[in-house]
């Protein structure tokens, strides 16, 4: 069972434009959801992350939109760069006892952004 | 900071050998650590979860007597994975975090091949 749905697999944007990935979850438990940048040969690096009690983050060119009744979360980049070429992961967790558990990935979008 | 090392970046080995990867947190105490394999072009999957003095929680099908893992301090934790077989042939990924933050920082990863 894939708790976690993520598309499109891969994704080509011209500079400057917009690049959008949609993720859905199943596991109403989850309460944390990150999105993870991974160059090839490298670990994945955080971009950013949003909790459920809101329905959108921006941080610089990176926004995150949350829907929480559909179960849905999206990742925007604004203003896309040949730099932003690389592997970009969805993710999910649960808190617990003021931690969190292990993250479930989606399956990851090939994002290539055309000069 | 929040820096995840990894040692060694790639190893190649015989198949029948044992191979230990060392995952370090650098600049901060990490309570929790686990560990994700990745496939070629595939996503991370969460293997287990390190506490520190405690014994390892591995997810379901990852062989705990296969996959040995100890988290003897707060900035160390160790994956061995016994008598190596091609097919565990991947690229090996350990992330921390600290108590009480769900935010989970990544290592570098390390290649395995096993020949």
């Known amino acids: 069972q894939q708790q976690v749905k993520q598309s499109p697999q891969s994704l080509i944007v011209q500079k400057g434009g917009i690049s959008i990935i949609n993720c859905a979850y199943e596991?109403?438990?989850?309460?944390?959801f990150p999105w993870y940048q991974q160059f090839p040969g490298k670990g994945p690096a955080l971009l950013i992350a949003?909790?459920?009690?809101?329905s959108e983050k921006k941080e610089g060119r990176f926004t995150i939109s949350f829907n929480k009744s559909a179960k849905q979360f999206s990742l925007h980049i604004m203003d896309s760069q040949p730099g932003d070429s690389a592997t970009y992961f969805c993710?999910?967790?649960?808190?617990?006892?003021?931690?969190?558990?292990?993250?479930?990935f989606g399956k990851g979008t090939h994002l290539i952004i055309q000069p | 900071g929040a820096v995840v090392s990894q040692h060694p970046s790639r190893v190649i080995c015989k198949s029948g050998t044992s191979v230990k990867i060392e995952c370090r947190s650098l600049?901060?105490?990490?309570?929790?650590m686990f560990w994700y394999r990745q496939f070629p072009k595939q996503s991370l999957m969460l293997m287990a979860t390190?506490?520190?003095?405690?014994?390892?929680?591995?997810e379901q099908g990852v062989e705990k007597d296969k996959f040995l893992i100890n988290h003897a301090s707060l900035t160390l934790s160790t994956l061995t994975v016994t008598s190596a077989h091609p097919e565990d042939s991947s690229f090996y990924i350990c992330?921390?975090?600290?108590?009480?933050?769900?935010?989970?920082?990544f290592g570098p990863g390390t290649r395995l091949l096993v020949l």
């Open positions: 390190s506490n520190e003095g405690s014994k390892a929680t591995y």
């Open positions: 993710a999910a967790s649960m808190s617990s006892g003021g931690g969190a558990d292990g993250l479930t």
């Open positions: 949003i909790r459920p009690d809101v």
């Open positions: 600049d901060f105490q990490a309570t929790t």
């Open positions: 596991n109403t438990a989850f309460d944390y």
């Open positions: 992330s921390a975090h600290t108590g009480g933050k769900e935010t989970q920082y």
